[in-house]
């Protein structure tokens, strides 16, 4: 239901809302913000029952933030002359804004996680769950870093300060980040799918499910592009 309802909203923000961001972007941002503080401030309020037991782990897994995160991702799929691409294009970089700012939900309650747990434990070794923590922390400030460079370097008034090819170097980073979003599940969810836990087997495969899907398209465009190259 969560990812049905992520997907949904995503769409609908790219698809219907289209020219309003493209002319309000900051309208956007500032409801993305807002849905972090009202997650902020769910947590707060002890056992999390009725609304708030659908709606923090929505935002605490990164789930809204990944379904504008794959919307991203395909657009870089379609052929040029496709309406799709068309349509989505122009607000590509509004949409890649709008996940680094929901992300920031998944941070803050992990960021916390991980230091309550080497607080825990000042002498961890590289074996069993300790080797697992180190490897998911680690991945983690990478990915965190990777978030932050994408996301500010995505502004308008950033961008119009860099050279257009610096820019678009410091973007092709958007690939490490979302390789290392595979690892990162991976690290965290298939250990529990394999437990029989519910809620991560469904993760692994929708989300295994869209990244093989952007993989085969991936791949797809990449061949007809090098044969369109050959051809000419």
Same mark, same amino acid.
């Given at each position: ?6 997907f ?5 923000v ?7 961001l493209?002319?309000?972007?900051a ?5 993305s913000?807002?849905a ?6 769910g947590i707060? %309020?002890?056992?999390?029952v009725?609304?708030w ?5 929505f ?5 809204? *933030?990944?379904?504008f995160?794959?919307?991203v ?6 052929d ?14 509004q949409?890649?804004?709008?996940g680094?700012?929901?992300c ?18 000042p ?9 697992n923590?180190?490897l ?8 965190v ?6 996301g500010i370097?995505?502004?308008?008034f950033v961008?119009?300060k860099m050279?257009?090819?610096s820019?678009k170097?410091? %973007?092709r ?8 979003i595979i ?12 437990s029989g836990?519910?809620? *991560?087997i469904?993760?692994?495969v ?5 990244f ?11 061949i007809?592009l090098?044969r *369109?190259?050959?051809?000419?």
């Amino acid at each position: 239901m969560r990812f049905i309802l992520a997907f949904a909203v995503s769409l609908f923000v790219a698809l219907v809302c289209t020219n309003q961001l493209k002319k309000a972007p900051a309208v956007f941002y500032l409801l993305s913000i807002a849905a972090v503080a009202v997650y902020v401030y769910g947590i707060s %309020q002890g056992p999390a029952v009725g609304f708030w037991g659908f709606f923090i782990p929505f935002m605490q897994r990164c789930t809204l *933030a990944m379904a504008f995160f794959a919307i991203v991702m395909f657009v870089g799929v379609f052929d040029e002359n496709s309406p799709i691409r068309k349509k989505l294009l122009p607000v590509r970089r509004q949409l890649s804004i709008c996940g680094c700012l929901l992300c920031l939900a998944h941070v803050f309650y992990y960021a916390k996680t991980y230091l309550v747990q080497l607080g825990s434990s000042p002498q961890l070794h590289f074996s069993g769950t300790s080797g697992n923590l180190i490897l998911s922390l680690t991945i983690s400030v990478i990915l965190v870093l990777l978030l932050a460079i994408l996301g500010i370097t995505s502004c308008t008034f950033v961008k119009a300060k860099m050279k257009a090819s610096s820019w678009k170097n410091i %973007q092709r980073l958007s690939y490490a980040f979302f390789t290392l979003i595979i690892v990162h599940l991976g690290i965290i969810l298939v250990p529990p799918a394999f437990s029989g836990n519910t809620p *991560a087997i469904e993760s692994v495969v929708v989300w295994g499910l869209v990244f093989a899907l952007y993989a085969v398209l991936k791949i797809k465009r990449e061949i007809k592009l090098r044969r *369109a190259t050959d051809a000419a």
